[in-house]
């Protein structure tokens, strides 16, 4: 996990820190404050408190993780709350916050908990619908993303590498043979990469475009039909074949790749000498933020 430090002098806070998900609830106080007591970044105004999760997640599991946190997703219900909020990102930051436009395209409903909320601060040409973004960001101002959209702080992670969880992730943009794949990213200071759960898979898709592939590091090269997935040493159990696959069927398809043909976000079997690009991934560094 990431470690964060946040330095007082009298009331003044030095950050620099990038969020995925600000959650918010009732506690008496009656001023901003930085509460060093508890883990975790607290922020309170007024008689509520917040913090903003270090880890990224899309919009649906950023509303559960705020429950898991005793709390809700926010949402702004003024200038000086939205101002408040905005304060406490660096100038990349990007947070959800609790409004959607789920149900009925085009009709935004914001709210805390079951508490509606009637303050918007949409930034020019918002919110702007390029396809299926229905659900609401705060940077300064608001902006509509697509719901599956990870939030996330790349700023543990090397240059070209992106940030999820504890790791970091990077999709070349030279495609390899599956061997050459492995190499490459060991030459990058990391290993071939294997999704170990939904979520993640997700995220990886994201990192390259539509109707592409990455090769993963699953294969059934020594015993056809029994796939192993792997981090490095580590097996991993998780598996998401697309309907019909691994079916094997030019032949001697070996090796896996996650693609986003079609828009689906599976796995596929194929030739280990096809080329593709490589999904590499290493441990994040801990980032020290003052």
Not at 141 to 147: A, G, I, S, T, Y
Not at 233 to 240: C, G, L, Q, S, T
Request: one cysteine or more; aromatic letters at 12%.
């Amino acid at each position: 996990m990431y470690v964060v430090f946040f330095i007082l002098s009298s009331t003044t806070l030095l950050y620099n820190c990038s969020f995925g998900v600000l959650a918010s609830q009732d506690q008496q106080c009656v001023t901003f404050l930085y509460d060093s007591s508890s883990p975790g970044s607290r922020y309170y105004l007024g008689n509520s408190w917040y913090r903003a999760t270090e880890t990224g997640f899309p919009w649906f599991e950023a509303r559960d993780e705020c429950r898991k946190l005793g709390g809700v997703l926010a949402a702004p219900s003024s200038a000086q709350e939205n101002e408040f909020i905005a304060h406490q990102m660096p100038p990349e930051g990007i947070l959800w916050i609790d409004c959607n436009d789920l149900d009925v395209e085009g009709r935004w409903k914001c709210r805390e908990g079951n508490v509606e909320v009637a303050y918007r601060n949409w930034d020019d040409g918002e919110p702007s619908n390029e396809g299926d973004e229905d659900c609401a960001v705060l940077t300064k101002r608001w902006e509509n993303q697509q719901c599956s959209t990870f939030m996330r702080d790349d700023s543990s992670c090397p240059e070209s590498w992106h940030s999820w969880g504890i790791s970091c992730y990077r999709v070349t943009e030279t495609r390899f043979t599956w061997s050459d794949a492995k190499d490459e990213c060991r030459n990058l200071g990391g290993v071939l990469g294997a999704p170990s759960s939904d979520q993640e898979n997700e995220f990886i898709a994201q990192l390259f475009p539509l109707d592409d592939a990455v090769w993963i590091d699953c294969n059934d090269i020594e015993d056809e039909g029994r796939w192993k997935c792997r981090e490095g040493n580590v097996e991993v159990a998780y598996r998401n074949w697309y309907p019909g696959e691994p079916n094997n069927y030019q032949g001697d398809e070996d090796c896996a790749v996650l693609a986003s043909w079609r828009n689906e976000r599976q796995w596929h079997d194929g030739k280990c000498s096809r080329l593709e690009k490589a999904l590499c991934k290493m441990a994040g560094r801990p980032v020290l933020h003052v």
